[in-house]
């Protein structure tokens, strides 16, 4: 059964990542993931490690997304190697066997999302749907959204607006919430993210609730 995360809190925590992502990128990417970390209570990186990343530049100038590990804290020369196709063994070797979140819906919660925007930093919204995205956590933002569509048809007005979380048997769980999106087909859906046992987060779009037709396409 889903629980409810208290929309008050949920919204504080939205308001605090949308500052952040105002922000100049930091000095360096172990200060800037240690910054978004900070942002998250409930998420927590094992003791004696730091965040960092790697992220390449293509010929032409164009940054590709990062590369999140998590590296010893007394050496920073210390990088993974890197194999071409990304493997879901490996991320859980690098990164996700390291991160810890609290043992409740709240820190269920907390670790999807954090994850989710771990992986969108340093990506500009013409290259990440997530960044150009609104994520919905009450009715107020919601009925919003509506107000400021253009039409909207197929409305499947939900009982519940905020993020709920639900644990599984090993150790991980699901958790969902709504989200808006103007790229391409503007919508709101459901973001389902599945938290294994061993960390590791994988997100796929859910249940569409508001058809708003076609939005902004780049």
């Known amino acids: 059964m889903f629980t409810p995360i208290p929309s008050d809190v949920a919204a504080d925590l939205l308001a605090r990542v949308c500052s952040f992502r105002k922000r100049e990128a930091g000095p360096s990417p172990t200060e800037e993931t240690a910054a978004l970390l900070s942002l998250f209570p409930g998420v927590s ?9 790697a992220q390449e530049t293509t ?28 493997e879901r063994d490996d991320l859980v070797d690098q990164l996700y066997q390291y991160l810890e979140f609290e043992h409740s819906p709240q820190g269920l919660f907390e670790y999807a999302f954090f994850v989710i925007e771990l992986w969108s930093l340093r990506v500009s919204g013409h290259a990440a749907d997530w960044v150009a995205s609104t994520p919905i956590f009450d009715v107020t933002t919601f009925d919003q959204v509506l107000a400021a569509a253009g039409t909207v048809s197929d409305l499947k007005r939900p009982e519940i607006f905020s993020p709920q979380a639900q644990f599984g048997d090993d150790g991980g769980g699901r958790v969902r919430f709504l989200v808006h999106t103007p790229m391409g087909w503007e919508r709101i859906y459901y973001l389902e993210s599945l938290v294994f046992g061993d960390g590791f987060v994988e997100q796929e779009a859910g249940e569409i609730i508001a058809d708003l037709g076609s939005g902004l396409i780049f």
């Open 59 to 86: 010929a032409s100038g164009v940054r590709q997304p990062i590369r999140p590990f998590v590296r010893p804290q007394d050496d920073d020369s210390w990088v993974p190697l890197f194999d071409e196709e990304v």
């Open 45 to 53: 990186l094992r003791h004696g490690f730091l965040l960092d990343f």
